[in-house]
């Protein structure tokens, strides 16, 4: 960090223009204090062109601020690209002016150390407003830090200014179902308190997004990790539309369950088996051996598990990060982007970069617990793991995982039918 010394003249843009003409006034752009254009007035200094607002070089040179009592803070650039005492934020821009502290390694925005002591923000995902508290001292927020809190006195909520603003809804890549985020949460409302994406447990002490139809929950750093991954919902645009349904239900029964279906890829009506069992003819969707309810053709011979009927005609997918949803297609060779398999059943299709996944893969790598047919727990998707898989061997960087006794199998080998035909 470098003090600042000396002192400038306030020149008008009609001086500049004539001590240095009209090509170098051009040149100047930005003020070095602040980085921001310059404006009609400006400190200008003819030997080394150092730019300055009038508001700029006119900030006192030392300040006395209640963040930091041990030292007066001294106006300087933050050469060292130190994050904010206030805000912890760093001007990533340029190094710009800020008030420091030398012996203690600490500065303070200039924008953040003209901030009342009183000041009042509004929050995007809370109902009561949070005000600034300067005096430091540690605290725990979604993450941990000892950064200047903001505190709301109805709950009794201290988090930092950078989650004052995480949105109130999100649409996550993740989950079929929009997220609400909240600071309270009552343990009974779930039955698993895992994270959707990490599988940790998630401390309901802190705020968190979940899913208030299914009862799914999720860490603030996991679901908000990649920008990519999820989109801000608008008040506008609160009430939720899902993805078009693939079925068009025909008939039902008294328990309201369809047992006559439509299917849009699938040119005759499906009906569902009263046999709930096992059957020696694999699902067309998936390719998996069906051992529960199912909707059969009687015209050919064509099974669909009733969860693979069910899938919505569009998905988003939290592992595929392209922008765009997936949509459900059929009768067509592929290579899958995740197994690397060869198939012609059913797929999901970006819409965006047009990478095909099989029923497979989508199915597996939904979020939450998913069973593998010779293993006692359920296993758990890793998108970061670095360890052998169980099956094969082969090193793996991502894996299914069980958090029991850390059996690891690769997406590949969990995705190897149980039986199959060899000449």
Same mark, same amino acid.
């Given at each position: 960090?470098?003090?600042?010394? #000396?002192?400038?003249?306030?020149?008008?843009?009609? =001086?500049? =223009?004539?001590?240095?003409?009209?090509?170098?006034?051009?040149?100047?752009?930005?003020?070095?204090?602040?980085?921001?254009?310059?404006?009609?007035?400006?400190?200008?200094?003819?030997?080394?062109? !150092?730019?300055?607002? =009038?508001?700029?070089?006119?900030?006192?040179?030392?300040?006395?601020?209640?963040?930091?009592?041990?030292?007066?803070l001294?106006?300087?650039?933050?050469?060292?690209?130190?994050?904010?005492?206030?805000? $912890?934020?760093?001007?990533?821009?340029?190094?710009?002016?800020?008030?420091?502290?030398?012996?203690?390694?600490?500065?303070?925005?200039? =924008?953040? &150390?003209?901030?009342?002591?009183?000041?009042?923000?509004?929050?995007?995902?809370?109902?009561h407003?949070?005000?600034?508290?300067?005096?430091?001292?540690?605290?725990?927020?979604?993450?941990?830090?000892?950064?200047?809190?903001?505190?709301? $006195?109805?709950?009794?909520?201290?988090?930092?200014?950078?989650?004052?603003?995480?949105?109130?809804?999100?649409?996550?890549?993740?989950?079929?179902?929009?997220?609400?985020?909240?600071?309270?949460?009552?343990?009974e409302?779930?039955?698993?308190?895992?994270?959707?994406?990490?599988?940790?447990?998630?401390?309901?002490?802190?705020?968190?997004?979940?899913?208030?139809k299914?009862?799914?929950?999720?860490?603030?750093?996991?679901?908000?990790?990649d920008?990519?991954?999820?989109?801000?919902?608008?008040?506008?645009?609160?009430d939720?539309?899902?993805?078009?349904?693939?079925?068009?239900?025909?008939?039902?029964?008294?328990?309201?369950? &369809?047992?006559? /279906?439509?299917?849009?890829?699938?040119?005759?009506?499906?009906?569902?088996s009263?046999?709930? #069992?096992?059957?020696?003819?694999?699902?067309?969707?998936?390719?998996?051996p /069906?051992?529960?309810?199912?909707?059969?053709?009687?015209?050919?011979?064509?099974?669909?598990?009733? &969860?693979?009927?069910?899938?919505?005609?569009?998905?988003?997918?939290?592992?595929?990060?392209?922008?765009?949803?997936? &949509?459900?297609?059929?009768?067509?060779?592929?290579?899958?982007?995740?197994?690397?398999?060869?198939?012609?059943? !059913?797929?999901?299709?970006?819409?965006?970069?047009?990478?095909?996944?099989?029923?497979?893969?989508?199915?597996?790598?939904?979020?939450?617990?998913?069973?593998?047919?010779?293993?006692?727990?359920?296993?758990?998707?890793?998108r970061?793991?670095? #360890?052998?898989c169980?099956?094969?061997?082969?090193?793996?960087?991502?894996?299914?995982?069980?958090?029991?006794?850390?059996?690891?199998?690769?997406?590949?080998?969990?995705?190897?039918?149980?039986?199959?035909?060899?000449?």
């Open positions: 960090m470098f003090l600042l010394c #000396g002192a400038l003249r306030v020149l008008s843009s009609q =001086e500049l =223009e004539d001590e240095n003409g009209d090509e170098e006034l051009e040149d100047v752009r930005e003020c070095f204090g602040c980085w921001e254009p310059l404006a009609k007035y400006t400190h200008f200094s003819p030997a080394c062109g !150092f730019n300055l607002h =009038e508001k700029c070089a006119k900030l006192p040179f030392k300040l006395n601020h209640v963040c930091h009592r041990k030292h007066p001294a106006l300087q650039f933050n050469s060292e690209r130190l994050s904010c005492k206030i805000c $912890g934020e760093t001007n990533r821009k340029a190094v710009g002016f800020v008030y420091g502290c030398s012996p203690c390694k600490l500065v303070v925005h200039i =924008e953040c &150390a003209s901030q009342s002591p009183l000041q009042v923000i509004k929050s995007t995902n809370h109902e407003p949070f005000t600034l508290v300067f005096r430091q001292v540690p605290f725990t927020c979604d993450t941990e830090g000892n950064h200047v809190a903001h505190r709301c $006195g109805t709950c009794n909520i201290i988090i930092h200014k950078n989650c004052i603003s995480w949105p109130r809804i999100i649409k996550s890549k993740w989950h079929d179902h929009r997220l609400l985020h909240t600071y309270f949460h009552h343990i409302d779930f039955g698993v308190l895992n994270c959707m994406i990490c599988h940790d447990e998630v401390n309901t002490e802190y705020g968190s997004y979940y899913c208030s299914c009862n799914a929950i999720f860490h603030v750093h996991c679901v908000t990790e920008e990519r991954s999820y989109s801000i919902v608008s008040p506008e645009d609160e939720e539309m899902p993805y078009e349904s693939s079925i068009t239900v025909l008939e039902s029964n008294d328990a309201g369950e &369809a047992t006559k /279906i439509e299917h849009f890829l699938h040119i005759h009506n499906l009906m569902l009263p046999v709930v #069992g096992k059957n020696e003819n694999g699902c067309d969707g998936c390719l998996l /069906i051992s529960g309810p199912f909707y059969s053709c009687s015209f050919c011979d064509f099974f669909l598990h009733k &969860a693979c009927a069910e899938l919505p005609k569009m998905k988003d997918v939290g592992h595929h990060l392209c922008q765009k949803p997936l &949509a459900l297609i059929s009768d067509r060779v592929f290579r899958c982007r995740e197994c690397l398999n060869v198939c012609n059943a !059913f797929a999901y299709e970006c819409c965006g970069c047009k990478a095909k996944k099989c029923l497979q893969c989508v199915l597996a790598l939904t979020p939450g617990a998913q069973i593998c047919l010779k293993h006692e727990h359920p296993l758990f998707y890793y970061d793991y670095n #360890g052998k169980n099956a094969c061997g082969y090193t793996t960087r991502a894996a299914f995982r069980c958090k029991v006794c850390n059996f690891v199998l690769h997406i590949g080998c969990f995705s190897l039918p149980i039986t199959v035909l060899h000449k």
